[in-house]
């Protein structure tokens, strides 16, 4: 202790002399007593010039129109991008956590403003969605469509008219979906990767099961 304190106190005198030594040489030739703008320039002109690491270059981007990406950058990361809207598929990024509809819907919320669970309204959304989880070898996720609360209409998040455009044909019972076949009811909406031998396709399932999720976010578009 005693000796720490003593160096401190060393420390403390040196910094003291050294400081004191800048007035008595002025011209000393060191960098530090030079002009501040030429200690500057001549610190930068002459210190070598760190080697800088090796980066690949990034792999060009196609241009993405009229998507114009939204600043400020959130930070979220984006897996798919189609036409007006952004997709992160959450078991990329969670540890591969599942969650229950709630839960997972939450998620995509957490992920900061416009992000939702994804509204599948096109073919083309749910080839993206086909393409993702059976890429992926997922098992199945949750989407935002949900029964309404009268329990008789689909409906997305997203607002759009809600079209089935991908029920599958099975279920548990052997029946076309949606089939709110499990006791409790099957209100919410999850894609799943052949689990009938159905192939990748829209089931009712009941909401307390627990799944990864893809989170859409429409990108504003300009002009
Ligand atoms: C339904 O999903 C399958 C993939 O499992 C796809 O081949 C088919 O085109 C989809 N149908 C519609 C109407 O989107």
């Not at 981007?61 to 997709?87: F, I, K, N, T």
């Not at 989880?133 to 008789?152: N, Y």
Request: charged share 20%; hydrophobic share 35%.
């Amino acid at each position: 202790m005693k000796f720490l304190v003593l160096l401190a106190l060393l420390a403390a005198a040196a910094g003291e002399h050294s400081h004191g030594g800048h007035g008595h040489f002025p011209h000393g030739g060191h960098t530090h007593f030079l002009p501040v703008r030429h200690g500057f320039r001549h610190t930068t002109s002459t210190f070598p010039h760190r080697p800088r690491p090796f980066r690949p270059a990034a792999h060009p981007v196609a241009p993405v129109h009229p998507v114009v990406p939204q600043p400020p950058a959130s930070g979220v990361a984006v897996d798919d991008r189609l036409d007006d809207s952004e997709y992160h598929f959450s078991w990329r990024h969670d540890g591969s956590k599942t969650y229950t509809w709630d839960g997972a819907n939450q998620y995509c919320r957490s992920l900061g403003s416009g992000w939702q669970g994804i509204s599948i309204e096109t073919r083309e959304e749910d080839s993206l969605v086909s393409k993702a989880i059976s890429g992926d070898l997922l098992p199945w996720i949750w989407t935002s469509g949900h029964l309404s609360r009268h329990g008789l209409d689909w409906a997305w998040d997203s607002g759009a008219q809600f079209v089935g455009l991908n029920w599958s044909h099975t279920g548990g019972n052997g029946q076309a979906q949606p089939d709110n076949r499990e006791r409790g009811g099957e209100k919410c909406l999850g894609v799943l990767n052949n689990f009938y031998n159905d192939g990748v396709k829209w089931h009712d399932i009941a909401c307390h099961h627990d799944k990864a999720i893809i989170c859409e976010r429409k990108a504003r578009v300009h002009g």
